[in-house]
T-cell receptor, first 112, second 111 residues
Framework: NAGVTQTPKFRVLKTGQSMTLLCAQD?????MYWYRQDPGMGLRLIHY???????AKGEVPDGYNVSRLKKQNFLLGLESAAPSQTSVYFC???????????FGQGTRLTVV | EDQVTQSPEALRLQEGESSSLNCSYT??????LFWYRQDPGKGPEFLFT???AGEEKEKERLKATLTKKESFLHITAPKPEDSATYLC????????????FGKGTKLTVNP
């Protein structure tokens, strides 16, 4: 049972480039989330989804887009990367709002 | 706005030296308080969920407690493998999809 898998694990982008981070979960969870984690700050919610075909903005959504075409996958896109988006990105999933979230291993993104 | 403050930021213990980590929160209608453990280079790993004041949960050397304003993570006779960053998060009634995380307490247990 793989749980939550993120691809890629590391990436370096140049300012202005675009990329997509993939999150896949095999637990049949309805809820999926994208967080970013920066030094000295707590995890902050970027976007989330409460089911297939749905997405919603979190705390820090600017500069990101998401899609959930399949229940098991949640994609995070950066259309035009900026150095301020240098961070570690975590995907998570859960069965509901009050249940524990399972996190992936993270993607370390550097924008130069 | 929901807020979570964890203290101390860092804690060093000797193996076997018990201590507690604090999580103070401000939230409009607590729906759940979560504790996670995060090892370097990895994603957070779930430990406990507490829903109401007075509730306690235990797992091995860890015990989490909850009051109306704060939660404690008690570590009894810690071992070096307990070294990690411990994160606290709350979910309130307003903006219920958002889990608000604290900055964490980095625990180091020396042998």
């Amino acid at each position: 049972n793989a749980g939550v898998t993120q691809t890629p694990k590391f990436r370096v982008l140049k300012t202005g480039q675009s990329m997509t981070l993939l999150c896949a979960q095999d637990m049949n969870h309805e809820y999926m989330y994208w967080y970013r984690q920066d030094p000295g700050m707590g995890l902050r919610l970027i976007h989330y989804s409460v089911g297939e075909g749905t997405t919603a903005k979190g705390e820090v959504p600017d500069g990101y887009n998401v899609s959930r075409l399949k229940k098991q996958n949640f994609l995070l896109g950066l259309e035009s990367a900026a150095p301020s988006q240098t961070s570690v990105y975590f995907c998570a999933s859960s069965t509901g709002l009050l249940t524990e979230a399972f996190f992936g291993q993270g993607t370390r993104l550097t924008v130069v | 706005e929901d807020q979570v403050t964890q203290s101390p930021e860092a804690l060093r213990l000797q193996e076997g030296e018990s201590s507690s980590l604090n999580c103070s929160y401000t939230v409009s209608g607590l729906r759940g308080l979560f504790w996670y453990r995060q090892d370097p280079g990895k994603g957070p790993e779930f430990l406990f969920t507490l829903y109401s004041a007075g509730e306690e949960k235990e797992k091995e050397r860890l015990k989490a407690t909850l009051t109306k304003k704060e939660s404690f993570l008690h570590i009894t006779a810690p071992k070096p493998e307990d070294s990690a960053t411990y994160l606290c998060a709350v979910r309130g009634q307003g903006g219920s999809e958002k889990l608000v995380f604290g900055k964490g307490t980095k625990l180091t247990v020396n042998p």
